[in-house]
């Protein structure tokens, strides 16, 4: 079966300082790839999303940026972080076609 | 408008009621329509997949889908406290190859004894 690891689960972070956001998948090859945002009492938010190594297509113009190295290995950095980046980011996956996207527990980010 | 569309709640029930929750969106080319449950703090949790217009019933939730109406719902019968949770509606849209999902802000659902 499918499973999906993100981590850290909680992260404090300072202003300016930078961001690293791991997530993988096992169970399943060539997954589309996801990363969502979730800030307090919103919606989720889509900021990335990638169809396959190397490609990644950006939803909102912000200080983040996205990354995936390997098939099934999506990152999400930022070289400086605002206050405004605080929420809970989300990682998911899906196959190809109609199918339903799957969430990793989350990491919840502070940023001070 | 918003591309999905949900009331916030929160909607209160008496536990064993039937519990509806509804979502609107404004994509006709949509295919493929999604339920969420999220409990306050953890990630979304994939309840229910509708793709045709009618109604998909599993277990105590049934899912209906009106795409002339834009409009699909979720029941939820014999609620119980542990269904007190946020319920996201979610709608994908094929584009360019990807699979993307567009969620409702939730309806806060509370289940009271």
């Known amino acids: 079966s499918q499973t999906i690891h993100q981590w850290p689960a909680t992260l404090v972070q300072p202003v300016g300082s930078p961001l690293s956001l791991e997530c993988t998948v096992e169970g399943t090859s060539n997954p589309n790839l996801y990363w969502y945002r979730q800030a307090a009492g919103r919606g989720l938010q889509l900021l990335f999303y990638?169809?396959?190594?190397?490609?990644i297509s950006s939803e909102v113009p912000q200080n983040l940026s996205a990354s995936r190295p390997q098939d099934r290995q999506f990152i999400l950095s930022s070289k400086k972080l605002l206050l405004s980046d605080s929420g809970f980011y989300l990682c998911?996956?899906?196959?190809?076609?109609?199918?339903?996207?799957?969430f990793g527990n989350g990491t919840r980010l502070t940023v001070t | 408008q918003k591309e999905v569309e949900q009331n916030s709640g929160p909607l209160s029930v008496p536990e064993g009621a039937i519990a509806s929750l509804n979502c609107t969106y404004s994509d006709r080319g949509s295919q493929s329509f999604f339920w969420y449950r999220q409990y306050s703090g953890k990630s979304p949790e994939l309840i229910m997949s509708i793709y045709s217009n009618g109604d998909k019933e599993d277990g105590r939730f049934t899912a209906q889908l009106n795409k002339a109406s834009q409009y699909v719902s979720l029941l939820i019968r014999d609620s119980q406290p542990s269904d007190s949770a946020t319920y996201l509606c979610?709608?994908?849209?094929?584009?360019?190859?990807?699979?993307?999902?567009?969620f409702g802000t939730g309806t806060q659902l509370k289940v009271e004894l």
């Open positions: 979610a709608v994908n849209l094929l584009t360019g190859g990807g699979n993307k999902l567009t």
């Open positions: 998911a996956w899906s196959v190809i076609g109609t199918s339903p996207l799957h």
């Open positions: 990638s169809v396959g190594i190397g490609q």
